[in-house]
């Protein structure tokens, strides 16, 4: 428990440098772009 306690504050403390939020934005820009070519991709699930 005081390893899992210790890599959850090494990774909230990252997260507040320019970095961290660089990637915070870079990811949800991925995410979203994923989410919306996402209905175009059934490949013929429900046809």
Partial sequence: M??????MTLATSSLHST??????????IALF?????APS???GIGK
Avoid at 2 to 7: F, S, T, Y
């Fill in 33 to 37: 772009v994923i989410s919306a070519g």
């Fill in 41 to 43: 991709c059934t490949i």
């Fill in 19 to 28: 970095k961290g939020r660089m990637l915070i934005v870079i990811l949800t």
């Fill in 2 to 7: 005081k390893k899992l306690d210790k890599e």
